[in-house]
């Protein structure tokens, strides 16, 4: 069965440049969300999307924008990076309407030096 | 506001025993909560939900329970796996607009 997409798998950039993340959802499935993990901390959730549309917001720096596409996948923009942006970055996706949790990715490991 | 709490500290379990997690909430209780596994690097993997009217719910060896008056789920591993070894995360919606919270998860270690 199909997953959740993410790429790149792993980033390296250095401070102060742009960073884009991309998640492809799983196909039906219409909401899509962004978390933030640090080592040894539960997600923090950045932002999401309900049907292409930014539906809820979280702590996500000014620095961050994120949107969906016409074809549901989902693309993460992080710009003038800092040492403290280095994270997994987890893009997950569920169907509003069936509570069967959320399906996540394997993430994109940032290391920003 | 709603706040989860897990134990911090790494559970070790001898393998075939019963692994118990607890997963606290504050304030009121939500519709729906949710346990996940995450391995170290990977994203978190869904395991079980459980509704505020249900009091237990099973899958195979996993078990989960809700008291909603004590605001507490627990998660069972019974005949417990080397290879269950992982962080488990707890979640709930608590404004039922299918935004979670998580908990911080408890990390799991059972021995050979």
């Known amino acids: 069965a199909a997953g959740v997409i993410q790429s790149p798998r792993h980033l390296i950039k250095e401070k102060r440049e742009t960073a884009t993340l991309k998640c492809y959802p799983i196909?039906?499935?219409?909401?899509v969300y962004w978390y933030q993990q640090g080592p040894g901390q539960d997600p923090q959730f950045l932002i999401s999307?309900?049907?292409?549309?930014?539906?809820d917001k979280g702590s996500i720096p000014d620095r961050f924008s994120a949107q969906q596409f016409s074809d549901y996948h989902s693309e993460l923009n992080m710009s003038s990076l800092e040492l403290g942006d280095s994270a997994l970055y987890f893009c997950?996706?569920?169907?509003?309407?069936?509570?069967?949790?959320?399906?996540f990715g394997s993430g994109t490991r940032l290391t920003v030096v | 506001s709603q706040k989860i709490e897990q134990n911090s500290e790494a559970l070790n379990i001898q393998e075939g025993k019963t692994a118990t997690l607890t997963c606290n909430y504050t304030?009121?209780?939500?519709?729906?909560l949710q346990w996940y596994r995450q391995d170290p690097g990977r994203g978190p993997v869904f395991l079980l939900l459980?509704?505020?009217n249900e009091k237990e719910k099973r899958k195979e060896r996993l078990k989960v329970t809700f008291d909603t008056t004590l605001k507490q789920s627990l998660f069972h591993i019974t005949a417990s796996q080397p290879a269950d070894s992982a962080t488990y995360l707890c979640?709930?919606?608590?404004?039922?607009?299918?935004?979670?919270?998580w908990g911080a998860g408890t990390k799991l270690i059972i021995k050979p």
């Open positions: 304030n009121y209780s939500p519709a729906y």
């Open positions: 999307f309900y049907e292409k549309m930014q539906s």
């Open positions: 196909p039906r499935h219409d909401t």
């Open positions: 997950a996706s569920s169907r509003r309407s069936i509570n069967y949790g959320y399906t």
């Open positions: 979640a709930l919606d608590p404004g039922g607009n299918y935004q979670l919270i």
């Open positions: 459980i509704r505020e």
